[in-house]
């Protein structure tokens, strides 16, 4: 029935004499996602509005899926496109779509018209009022509701006549790519995939960061993160997965700090060479899956003690959230079922049994102190055996 759709977005529209770029990366989005859908598709911008148009033939399920993982859309609308042959065809075009699409025709409507071809013979007005009529003749069980119907009838009369009355929600933000880029320091837990999706849905680029700690952490550790990332690069687009190997660190830490102080020191190396690699590949900030005291390490003074090794801004989407509104987004965006599969991280490997809550910077200072023999040319060790994994 459907050979077309009409995109709807939000906020892109209040952008003024930028809109238009922010359209092209959101048309530039909808391609990339329907790459791998069977079919080819036409898309096109108009007066505000942008189409798909199915060129060929086409799975309507996997099409509509598809788009609703791509930032920027807050609205699909499947239509129904028909010549203009004048009002009678229209008419006749208008309750052929409502049979077809609702069986049920014990329904209240509306008919809503828009006229973008100004030299129509009838306005918006004369036109809801005529289909109204028709639609009312052709299935007397229907009732009018112009307050909250049912069914909405929308009718666009264009250079063709645009037919369609179901919105399936997007996941609305913005386009993928027009707020810079962002490197994610990305666990094997529920809350660091939900952050990524979340500064992505503002329109940031995600690349991302694991540390892995063979033989502490297996291979299906970190083939978890893998899986995890790729959940995320459905809405995100591909993402630079760099996996260091923080062993050798951790390790050292172990050996050479009070253990209290182990989660924020590694945290701190952690921290370190994420900066490294967002700086190396344009990024111009790291993104972390932090909330105000969820765990030890994410005190304000923990926190205090992360930040301070770093010189860009550290982006916590999550600081306010509770964990049940982290785990509602995770269970929304398809990660929760990974993430809490039982293969643990670097992070919980090294967990002291009573963690400092609130470590003093001149304290950890100090400790750090200890490690400078050899820290430097590890963590650069670290950094030159990275391994780069393609993730989409």
């Known amino acids: 029935m ?13 952008k003024g004499k930028n809109r238009h770029l922010f359209e092209d990366a959101l048309v530039h989005q909808i391609k990339y996602a329907l790459k791998p859908v069977e079919g080819e598709f036409l898309i096109t911008k108009e007066q505000g509005r942008i189409y ?7 799975d309507y399920e996997e099409t509509v899926e598809s788009l609703q993982h791509v930032f920027g859309i807050v609205g699909i609308c499947p239509m129904v496109v028909n010549e203009d042959q004048g009002f009678e065809q229209l008419a006749a075009d208008v309750t052929d779509y409502l049979n077809n699409r609702y069986p049920n025709k014990k329904k209240t409507f ?26 009312l003749q052709a299935f007397p069980e229907m009732t009018v509701d112009v307050h909250t119907p049912d069914i909405l009838v929308n009718v666009e009369i264009r250079a063709k006549i645009h037919i369609y009355s179901e919105v399936i929600p997007g996941p609305g933000g913005m386009p993928v790519g027009t707020n810079g880029k962002g490197m994610l320091l990305l666990s094997g837990g529920i809350d660091s995939p939900v952050a990524g999706y979340m500064v992505a849905k503002r329109g940031v680029k995600i690349d991302a960061v694991y540390f892995h700690a063979p033989p502490y952490t297996s291979e299906r550790a970190k083939q978890k993160v893998v899986d995890l990332a790729k959940l995320v690069a459905k809405y995100t687009g591909p993402i630079y997965l760099k996996v260091v190997n923080f062993t050798e660190i951790q390790m050292y830490i172990y050996e050479q700090c009070p253990h209290e102080e182990l989660t924020i020191i590694m945290r701190r190396y952690m921290m370190r060479i994420a900066e490294h690699f967002a700086e190396e590949t344009g990024s111009l900030g790291l993104i972390t899956g932090e909330s105000i005291g969820q765990v030890a390490s994410q005190t304000m003074q923990s926190l205090a003690a992360t930040n301070e090794v770093c010189h860009m801004p550290v982006y916590r989407p999550l600081i306010g959230f509770d964990k049940q509104e982290i785990v509602a987004v995770s269970e929304k965006i398809g990660t929760y079922e990974t993430s809490i599969l039982p293969y643990e991280d670097c992070c919980t490997i090294f967990v002291a049994k009573h963690p400092v809550t609130k470590p003093s910077l001149k304290v950890i200072r100090r400790s750090e102190l200890r490690l400078k023999e050899k820290i430097d040319q590890m963590v650069q060790t670290a950094i030159e055996t990275a391994e780069t994994i393609v993730v989409q």
């Open 2 to 14: 459907f050979k077309a759709f009409l995109i709807k977005y939000g906020e892109i529209g209040i």
């Open 52 to 58: 798909i148009e199915a060129q060929s033939e086409f």
């Open 110 to 135: 509306k008919v809503h018209t828009r006229r973008a071809r100004k030299n129509y013979p009838m306005s918006s007005m004369e036109v809801n009022a005529a289909l109204g009529e028709k639609i």
